[in-house]
């Protein structure tokens, strides 16, 4: 993929890109972190919700966007891909600032993206009440449950496998509450607001990790401040 985005970075960002992501109501986090970099670049997007958006992904995981004949997944390889068209958020940066941003990004990813998972799949009250209910809800009977059931198993299998089997939910509370230092707008940027914005604007089986990300004012204010200027134009934002 990134051989041929760089052969075809003369080429300017088509209109008609698109970027895919779940449907909305399926999953019970739905992260926003590939349209804020794409809206931090200032390239325009067109979204589309599908319910087999993961089957569509060519890693199984979204967002991804079909630009062209190409198709690529997830914010690593889109931001490459986007650099190679000549669109980059953080060139600016020197050296030291970049390798840092790189490391943040790799803990957000390591930390926050598994917390999410777990807290989706593995913890039985929200699997319970909410996410079976929602992940399986675009399907018929009985293939809504088996989907679900196959989709826990496969989360369950991870998390045992890096050692978050026994995790609590005052465990996952810790790692999620880390503060992030951010630089400029960057890529960075980007990934922790998908992240962050998703946790105060989901609603839980009990409103607990939402209240602990507020205790961080910075974190709260960081989330306000991408909201209010990067989606003010698609309606009153609800952080407000």
Not at 55 to 72: A, D, E, R
Not at 143 to 166: D, S
Not at 197 to 210: C, K, M, V
Request: hydrophobic share 40%.
């Amino acid at each position: 993929i990134y051989l041929v985005a760089e052969s075809k970075s003369a080429e300017p960002w088509p209109e008609n890109a698109t970027l895919y992501q779940q449907l909305k109501g399926k999953f019970l986090f739905t992260i926003k972190n590939g349209f804020a970099f794409l809206q931090m670049c200032n390239l325009p997007i067109k979204v589309v919700c599908r319910a087999n958006a993961e089957y569509m992904s060519p890693s199984g995981k979204v967002p991804f966007i079909h630009v062209g004949n190409q198709v690529i997944s997830e914010l690593g390889p889109i931001v490459q891909f986007v650099k190679a068209k000549g669109h980059s958020l953080s060139d600016g940066l020197g050296e030291v600032q970049k390798a840092e941003m790189k490391a943040y990004m790799e803990l957000v990813n390591n930390m926050l993206l598994t917390a999410e998972l777990y807290l989706q799949w593995c913890d039985e009250a929200t699997v319970g009440e909410i996410t079976h209910a929602r992940y399986g809800s675009p399907y018929p009977w009985p293939l809504n449950h088996i989907l679900a059931y196959q989709k826990q198993w496969e989360v369950k299998r991870k998390m045992k496998a890096i050692g978050w089997g026994k995790k609590t939910l005052d465990q996952l509370n810790a790692t999620y509450v880390t503060p992030v230092s951010t630089f400029r707008p960057t890529e960075l940027d980007a990934l922790v607001f998908g992240h962050l914005y998703t946790i105060l604007t989901t609603q839980l089986t009990n409103d607990e990790l939402s209240e602990k990300v507020k205790n961080y004012s910075n974190l709260l204010a960081f989330c306000r401040r991408i909201e209010q200027h990067y989606f003010e134009d698609r309606g009153k934002g609800r952080l407000s």
